[in-house]
């Protein structure tokens, strides 16, 4: 059972029944017991990461929460994390990650196996074999809000082209490959999927993303003032937030040096105490140029470089795609990235001499 549910229990007789435990907030769910868990969820940083995620946050937030599982340091702990949400530990099965859920380069990883290389062609160059595609294809708005469709996984898709395409024995289902996929490009996949294989992506993320402890100090942004702050006077503000003034103003004339050094020890008490604020929760994010970094570094290593094209063009074209991934992951909250700006300055090859083996030219 999920850890998020440990308590919940559906209701079988009317709503307001002692007998059936108290009210859970949600239609039908009595609450047995407290569950721990579900309240540190509604907690700060947690009540906070949703507002960070932007638009698509609550569908990111019901996957980690219902399809993945949680772990959260214990306090004073070393290295020591408790669950805090999914299925626990002891009752996974073998076998409980799908396999739908990966990407396609390691659902089909074997680069000696023609029927995995081609599968892995119609996610690269789909408008070749007559799949939606984001060059011709319209968007349904019964599948989608956005304007491209998630293309992460696509082989129901996949299976309902082939079949179609082999009416009479739908039973024996073979991989096409067109004919210009055939001899270079068909050999830049393979060869793609081999420096997949190779690729320490582990590594590349502990060197270009580390992790570090970020300090448990007031943020330069959360030193300036919300529109809802009210404003007081010098006068006031002195008095009500600074303790030595206070301390000052408070004690008698009389007072002796040790008195006043005590006063001074209190004061720095309570600034130590206000400075000691803990981080808003974006400060320990890893910053957007780290994974742009990380992002560039995967792309160089595993995709051949003729993908890009050939001598200078490559180069060029290469540089243009890796800056676009840069453009892309530095975004803000409202701003987009449309197709026409990622295909912007790139050089397609203007003969088909210099077009031989070349990716770009295909798409």
Known sequence: MHMLCHGYQRRTVPMYNDDQGTLSGILGIALHYPNSHVGTLKKKPWSDLLNLLGKEGEQIMLDLLLECAVYAAVENGQGNLYQLSGVPLTELQPMAVSKQRKDVLNRYPDPHDSLHTTHIMKYIFPRQFGLHNVFTSTIDPKETVQPFK????????????????????????????????????????????????????????????PLQDRPITKSPRSKVPSASQTYATQAAEKSQLDPVFRATQDKPRFQSAHTETTAHEQSSAVNRKANAVEAP???????????????????????????????????????????????????????????????????????????????????
């Open 150 to 209: 998630d293309y992460t996984l696509r082989e129901h898709e996949i299976t309902k082209n082939t079949r179609h395409a082999v009416p009479n024995n739908p039973s024996n289902i073979r991989s096409h490959l067109p004919r210009r996929f055939r001899g270079a490009v068909f050999d830049l996949v393979v060869k793609l999927q081999k420096r997949h294989c190779q690729c320490a992506y582990y590594e590349l993320l502990k060197h270009y993303c």
């Open 281 to 363: 929760l974006i400060e320990y994010a890893t910053p957007s140029s780290d994974v742009s970094a990380f992002c560039r570094a995967v792309m160089s290593r595993i995709i051949p470089d003729d993908f890009w094209g050939h001598d200078e063009d490559g180069e060029h074209n290469k540089a243009v795609l890796l800056s676009r991934v840069d453009q892309f992951i530095c975004l803000r909250r409202f701003e987009s990235l449309t197709l026409h700006a990622v295909s912007q300055d790139l050089k397609v090859p203007k003969t088909l001499r210099q077009a031989k083996g070349s990716a770009l030219t295909i798409l």
